[in-house]
């Protein structure tokens, strides 16, 4: 199907009162709440991308031997939609998750889903569920596009039916402490992706395999867990759910090079491109974590900070690990970190020109 194909919409029997949706929209959190609607297409090795619906938000209904069940056949996107002050509905660039998706779906050897249509999936879905974007600053309407395997069959080979979604959640911040510094935890009994693994791709198994460090960076007070590399365990890669960079106290800009089992931040590509645009010297490149740790002690390294769609900028007080800590958690949240942060949110919500042509309107 093309992306101009209609979409067969079914209105929700029990959409919530106005009264109901602002009362979430008040105080939204993160994940916590899903608008009325889905989005659903449906895939089959014969007939390709078909039957594509928008229907009432509810559970699905899997064969047991489901492969994504079993196998762990599954891939998603998260990317959010801002409401701008003249009421409109945008989006941040999303040709690039579409794109990402498409890679993720060939790693996972799932169908690719044309980017088109994956573009007005998400403007589908607002068309009857636009008044769950938010207004309040900072907050937003945070899609979760996903696909699975879903054919019955054990024998262990690509699938050759499969299905994807997009649900939708009103986002105010990841972090329960808003913009405030997180402390992180390195792990380094475990790696979230191994070489020639599925780092890269945004599935589910790479997130499932850091659940478990998670955990203990919880158990130390930790809102993240740091990976490294897999081979050598001596470079950074990235959190759990987001990249990382360093600000240098020369002015320079730093995140690990593409590794092939990081994942390719949109954000982390942004604020790459906003830092050039300033003339900031910017590298991409191997940061061993004696650098960063070393770097932090002594002074060299003056901010460091997460980045992605859910933490959007997050300032990073404190890196922490087996017998070591540097940095602290009442440390400020940094200048360069905050400045970029503004300049990132204020193209999103309108404020400043989309010079890149990143934003896509939704709603119109
Ligand atoms: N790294 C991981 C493991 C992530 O889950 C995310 C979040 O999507 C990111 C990085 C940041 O990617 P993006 O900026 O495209 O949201
Ligand atoms: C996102 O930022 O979209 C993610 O998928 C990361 C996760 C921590 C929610």
Redesign the pocket.
């Known amino acids: 199907m093309s992306s101009s194909q209609a979409f067969t919409v079914q209105p929700s029997a029990a959409a919530r009162s106005d009264a109901d949706r602002q009362a979430i929209l008040a105080a939204p959190g993160f994940g916590n709440h899903f608008t009325d609607h889905m989005v659903a297409i449906r895939w089959t090795r014969a007939d390709g991308w078909h039957d594509a619906r928008v229907q009432p938000y509810g559970p699905l209904s899997l064969d047991p031997a489901a492969s994504v069940l079993h196998y762990g056949q599954e891939i998603f ?3 959010k939609a801002y409401r701008h002050a003249d009421g409109s509905i945008w989006t941040f660039r999303p040709q ?2 579409g794109a ?1 998706l498409q890679r993720s779906a060939k790693r996972l050897a799932l169908p690719e889903l044309p980017v088109e249509l994956f573009v007005e999936s998400l403007r589908q879905l607002i068309a009857v569920d636009g008044a769950w974007v938010p207004s309040a600053p900072e907050t937003s309407l945070y899609f979760r596009p996903f696909m699975i395997a879903d054919e019955a069959f054990l024998g262990v080979r690509a699938a050759q039916k499969a299905s994807y979604y997009v649900i939708a959640s009103p986002a105010g911040p990841y972090f329960t402490k808003g913009v405030a510094p997180v402390s992180i935890w390195l792990s380094t009994d475990y790696a ?1 992706a191994g070489k020639g693994g599925t ?1 890269a791709a ?1 599935c589910g198994g ?2 499932a395999a ?1 659940l478990l460090p998670q955990t203990i960076a919880q158990a130390q007070g930790c809102s993240q867990v740091l990976f490294l590399d897999p081979v050598e365990g001596k470079y950074v890669e ?6 990382v960079f360093l600000v240098f106290a020369d002015g320079r800009l730093v995140t690990p090079a593409l590794s092939g089992s ?9 604020i790459l491109q906003l830092a050039r645009d300033r003339g900031l010297q910017v590298e991409e490149r191997k940061v061993s974590i004696d650098e960063w740790k070393q770097g932090v002690a002594d002074g060299t390294i003056s901010e460091v900070f997460a ?5 959007v900028v997050t300032p990073i007080g404190e890196l922490k690990g087996e017998g070591f800590s540097v940095g602290s958690p009442d440390a400020p949240a940094g200048e360069v970190t905050m400045s970029l942060r503004k300049e990132l949110t204020d193209i999103q919500y309108g404020r400043l020109p989309d010079r890149h042509g990143w934003l896509v309107r939704l709603d119109a």
Do not use: F, H, Q, V
């Open positions: 996107e998260g990317i690039a998750n990402r979230r780092g945004k790479n997130y850091s990235e959190l759990g759910g987001m990249n990081i994942l390719e931040g949109i954000t982390r590509e942004s980045c992605g769609t859910a933490a």
